[in-house]
């Protein structure tokens, strides 16, 4: 299993995200002006990036929000329609952070703001807790223990209205070129040696 993903959509209009990695479960998705857009009046749409497959559960998935209200999905099931989603919300003034198991939505938190065009969105699921980040600032937080495997990053759609976003990424935490999780760990790791060298200096031992 490889462990990063990453796409752009500059495929020719109209093709199927399905012809480039991806695994439609519900609905469709297709490149329009170089942006992945789903399909007005599905029921729902659900893509799953298959031609790369995290390498753990603990992965982290981001994309720019161009329009509508898409989600970004961690911990995908293959099958059931079982995720984490991050729903960017270009309607109304709120965005939220769900669960889906076998297809029962529940909301872990929200966060009132409406999404603007070009604003990029990140969901990270690290063992038990699920952030949300809007322009790399941390704005929806969840601690949920339901879903503890999924190696597939994703798409999601609802019926509302077409949904357009691009510049779509995954990649496991360890891989990432960047996470706050990582970050805050090593700075308090970092502190902690200090402060043990500290000690040995101050008793003789260095």
């Not at 939505?105 to 809007?134: C, F, M, P």
Request: no cysteine.
């Amino acid at each position: 299993m490889a462990d990063t993903g990453v796409q752009a959509f500059t495929a020719a209009n109209n093709t199927n995200l399905n012809t480039l990695g991806w695994t439609a479960d519900s609905g469709a998705i297709t490149v329009q002006s170089n942006i992945a857009t789903t399909t007005n009046g599905e029921v729902y749409v659900r893509y799953r990036y298959t031609a790369t497959e995290m390498a753990s559960a603990n992965h982290y998935v981001q994309a720019e929000r161009i329009s509508g209200s898409p989600a970004i999905t961690a911990r995908q099931a293959s099958s059931a329609d079982t995720e984490y989603a991050l729903n960017i919300h270009g309607t109304y003034d709120i965005s939220y952070l769900y669960k889906y198991v076998t297809g029962t939505k529940t909301e872990l938190d929200s966060w009132t703001r409406l999404a603007e065009s070009g604003e990029t969105w990140k969901l990270e699921v690290n063992g038990s807790v699920q952030n949300g980040y809007h322009e790399g600032v941390l704005v929806l937080e969840g601690t949920d223990i339901a879903i503890t495997t999924g190696t597939f990053a994703g798409i999601r759609g609802n019926v509302y209205a077409s949904e357009g976003l691009d510049d779509w990424s995954a990649a496991d935490l360890a891989a990432g070129p960047y996470n706050e999780s990582r970050a805050g760990a090593l700075d308090q790791a970092g502190e902690y040696s200090r402060h043990l060298n500290m000690l040995r200096i101050e008793s003789g031992d260095l």
